[in-house]
T-cell receptor
Framework: SQTIHQWPATLVQPVGSPLSLECTVEGTSNPNLYWYRQAAGRGLQLLFYSVGIGQISSEVPQNLSASRPQDRQFILSSKKLLLSDSGFYLC????????????FGPGTRLTVL | AQKITQTQPGMFVQEKEAVTLDCTYDTSDPSYGLFWYKQPSSGEMIFLIYQGSYDQQNATEGRYSLNFQKARKSANLVISASQLGDSAMYFCAMREGQANDYKLSFGAGTTVTVRA
């Protein structure tokens, strides 16, 4: 069966510091991968998605970037965090074809101080 | 314009009763998919149920059923025999266009609290 991991689970970072969040998927090959951000009590905002290694599409211009160095690894980064980057970051995967059902990881709660 | 509208910010339901969560959507694409997710306090988004725009029958998954009214652009989630563990936030989402279009639009969510 497929599983998706995210780490760290929680993170507190000062403004201006760098960021690296990692997401890995097990049990499937060539998944579509997604990064979402959720502000407190709100819905999800799609940040990036990837259909293959090195292929990244950005949905929202921002302070963040994403990379996919391996088939089942998706990384969210920032060179300098802003206060507005605080939130709950969720990684998700889906199979090519089918219904596009996305399956989510446990998330990373980021607080920028 | 909002693609997914969930008008109920919060609901209370008695244990063992049924609850209906409203979701309306806006699309001009004839092909689309509708999803419901559950987000407990732990934060993980759990996939519950899917309805395709061409599906003739309403989707069901255990205690979850989706009341799909295409003409009204409505995709309400019905949870039967509520349990305390159903207390969570619930999100409706839509994929427009054919599969492999990748993007889901999410509603603002409805918080459900199940009372013993």
């Amino acid at each position: 069966s497929q599983t998706i991991h995210q780490w760290p689970a929680t993170l507190v970072q000062p403004v201006g510091s760098p960021l690296s969040l990692e997401c890995t998927v097990e049990g499937t090959s060539n998944p579509n991968l997604y990064w979402y951000r959720q502000a407190a009590g709100r819905g999800l905002q799609l940040l990036f998605y990837s259909v293959g290694i090195g292929q990244i599409s950005s949905e929202v211009p921002q302070n963040l970037s994403a990379s996919r160095p391996q088939d089942r690894q998706f990384i969210l980064s920032s060179k300098k965090l802003l206060l507005s980057d605080s939130g709950f970051y969720l990684c998700a995967w889906s199979v090519h074809g089918g219904t596009d059902t996305q399956y989510f990881g446990p998330g990373t709660r980021l607080t920028v101080l | 314009a909002q693609k997914i509208t969930q008008t109920q910010p919060g609901m209370f339901v008695q244990e063992k009763e049924a609850v209906t969560l409203d979701c309306t959507y806006d699309t001009s694409d004839p092909s689309y998919g509708l999803f419901w997710y559950k987000q407990p306090s732990s934060g993980e988004m759990i996939f519950l149920i899917y309805q395709g725009s061409y599906d003739q029958q309403n989707a069901t998954e255990g205690r979850y059923s989706l009341n799909f009214q295409k003409a009204r652009k409505s995709a309400n989630l019905v949870i039967s025999a509520s349990q305390l563990g159903d207390s969570a936030m619930y999100f409706c989402a839509m994929r427009e266009g054919q599969a492999n279009d990748y993007k889901l639009s999410f509603g603002a969510g409805t918080t459900v609290t199940v009372r013993a």
